[in-house]
């Protein structure tokens, strides 16, 4: 079952923050963000695997509440190259990820 | 440098044709993918592979093929039975026995006229 993403679409100024949730209706083992510039291949950011784990590239983290089902992406002190289509995607096991229908952020001078 | 080369980057067919999109990868990894991207849908699982000469189903299989016949190659086929086929569609694979970390191809853009 495909992970709900919230919001769908943010705009921020420059050194602004932003959050970007997923949530999902079944257990998870594994939550990964990756980040699409469009018309190009999602990247990979981070994966989470525990319960309670929070990780961090850059000025940008995530953290993973296994209890909740639920993942937050954080994104401080945001930056013109941040803008683009962040996706979620969560697997409950060795199994395919299955992604979110993706939060468009852009970042405006 | 190892990575995923897809091809072609746009293809343009008339309705009623099979098109097959090529999608080759050289990081010697053991599972391949194909995902399926509409405006506003997010990315959709059509066919994995996680070992040569066997594959299973996403959640939208239907009106499309593939064949693992090399670990390096995952071609799928558009057949004409695929209702709406113009998207934007993503080759993926990862290393079996890790965290499913997927490394994309660059994509290619179908358009059916």
């Known amino acids: 079952q495909q992970p709900v993403q919230s919001p769908q679409a943010v705009i921020l100024r420059e050194g602004e923050d932003a959050v970007i949730n997923c949530s999902s209706s079944?257990?998870?083992?594994?939550v990964h963000w990756y980040r699409q510039k469009h018309g190009e291949a999602p990247v990979f950011l981070m994966i989470?695997?525990?319960?309670?784990e929070q990780k961090g590239h850059e000025k940008i983290s995530a953290s993973f509440n296994e209890k909740k089902q639920q993942s937050s992406l954080y994104l401080t002190a945001s930056q013109l190259s941040y803008s683009g289509t962040y996706f979620c995607?969560?697997?409950?096991?060795?199994?395919?990820?299955?992604f979110g229908k993706g939060t468009r952020l852009s970042v405006i001078a | 440098d190892g990575g995923i080369t897809q091809s072609p980057k746009y293809l343009f067919r008339k309705e009623g044709q099979n098109v097959t999109l090529s999608c080759e990868q050289n990081l010697n990894h053991d599972a391949m993918y194909w995902y399926r991207q509409d405006p506003g849908q997010g990315l959709r699982l059509i066919y994995y592979?996680?070992?040569?000469?066997?594959?299973q189903k996403g959640d939208i299989a239907e009106g499309y093929s593939v064949s693992r016949e090399k670990k390096e190659s995952f071609p799928l086929t558009v057949t004409s039975a695929q209702k709406n086929p113009t998207a934007f569609y993503l080759c993926a694979s990862t290393r079996s026995g890790g965290t499913n970390v997927l490394t994309f191809g660059a994509g290619s853009r179908l358009t059916v006229l």
């Open positions: 995607g969560t697997s409950p096991g060795n199994t395919p990820l299955v």
């Open positions: 079944k257990a998870l083992y594994s």
């Open positions: 989470l695997l525990k319960g309670g």
């Open positions: 592979s996680q070992i040569v000469n066997d594959f």
